[in-house]
């Protein structure tokens, strides 16, 4: 009998220590940092973009179900950022331009550091008053960078809701410029539009949507399309082309006051550039007619920016000859 009462004792103690044991693992997976939410804000670093976030309303988001990839941006990148854009405390940005900004730094998916590859992704931010999303640029020639502008330094955070990337700098809300010099494909077009100290297309380029005269559709020539003018031409480079010349062609490749991403393109289409008039077709490919009937193919399309929309194109537009 007393055997029997030590056994049903010590099982009844096995019973109690299981689930005082099973428990406090409860209460470990409970208080774990699993969501990205949850991981920015057990890490000191992101202190200010978790506040960042709270401020804009963004923390149920990324808590929530989906998959996201976010890059995230250190204290030491956000105080940059506010110094940069004369904002003395986080307090000072606008609750909307806050917003769109962190959007700028979200992607859909769960997107590790592996499965990144040079070319254009679509953030959560969006275009004006539109659901039209803004495009990002990563280059993964050396490491990650995006825009031009910030690099991964921690990658591969892994969440139950995809994935965090810590960044050195905050990602701005990118214009038709941004990505011009982010992109090496256009290392001769920011040579040209950079050539003469005269010219403001850069500047012009740069303007803000709603401002006039922004918002604008860029057609980007490509450094081959450049390097096949200069032969087209029988010029030697760049620094060849008369200043006059190079300035009209330049202007070809601007529309002014319009967004108008590739379905808005259709069959004899008159394009109205800021150098004079184009002519757009869709059948057989997107391509544009210039007054020469120099035909160029549109090869890529729809690079969303803040200002404006960029179209790639494999052949320089030229103005009458």
């Known amino acids: 009998m007393k055997n029997l009462l030590n056994l049903k ?14 428990c406090n693992n409860d209460d ?15 890490t000191p670093a992101l202190s200010n973009l978790v506040a960042a976030l709270d401020r804009a309303g963004l923390v149920e988001t990324l808590d929530g179900p989906g998959q996201f990839t976010v890059f995230a941006p ?11 854009n004369n ?27 592996t499965s990144l590859s040079t070319g254009y992704v679509n953030t959560l931010a969006t275009f004006g008053n539109t659901e039209l999303n803004l495009s990002m640029f990563v280059n993964t020639a ?29 990602i701005g809300l990118p214009t038709v410029v941004t990505f011009a010099l982010a992109d090496p494909t256009f290392e001769i077009l920011v040579a040209a539009l950079t050539r003469e100290s005269s010219f403001t297309f850069v500047n012009t380029l740069s303007t803000a949507n709603g401002t006039n005269p922004a918002p604008f559709t860029v057609f980007a020539p490509t450094n081959n399309a450049f390097v096949d003018l200069l032969a087209e031409l029988s010029l030697s480079s760049l620094a060849d082309v008369p200043t006059d010349t190079l300035a009209a062609t330049l202007a070809m490749h601007v529309v002014g ?22 002519r757009a ?3 057989g490919g997107a391509t544009l007619t210039d007054a020469n009937e120099r035909v160029s193919n549109i ?21 009458p000859l």
Request: hydrophobic share 50%.
């Open 281 to 283: 077709n869709v059948t």
């Open 74 to 84: 250190t204290n030491e990148a956000f105080q940059a950022f506010l110094s940069e």
């Open 257 to 278: 006051g319009a967004n108008v991403q590739a379905s808005g393109l259709s069959d004899n289409m008159t394009v109205a550039t800021l150098g004079g008039n184009i």
């Open 28 to 42: 470990d997976a409970v208080y774990a940092p699993e969501t990205i939410a949850e991981i920015a804000s057990a």
């Open 9 to 22: 004792l010590s099982l009844l103690l096995f019973l109690v220590v299981t689930t005082l044991s099973s």
């Open 142 to 170: 050396a490491g990650v960078e995006l825009n031009g502008v910030s690099n991964v330094v921690t990658a591969d955070i892994d969440a139950t809701n995809g994935v965090v990337h810590i960044v050195d700098a905050v």
């Open 87 to 113: 904002f003395a405390t986080l307090n000072d940005v606008p609750v909307n331009v806050l917003t769109q900004v962190l959007l700028n730094h979200v992607v859909l998916g769960d997107n590790v550091s």
């Open 299 to 319: 090869i890529f399309t729809n690079v969303q920016a803040s200002n404006g929309v960029v179209h790639v194109i494999n052949k320089v537009i030229l103005p």
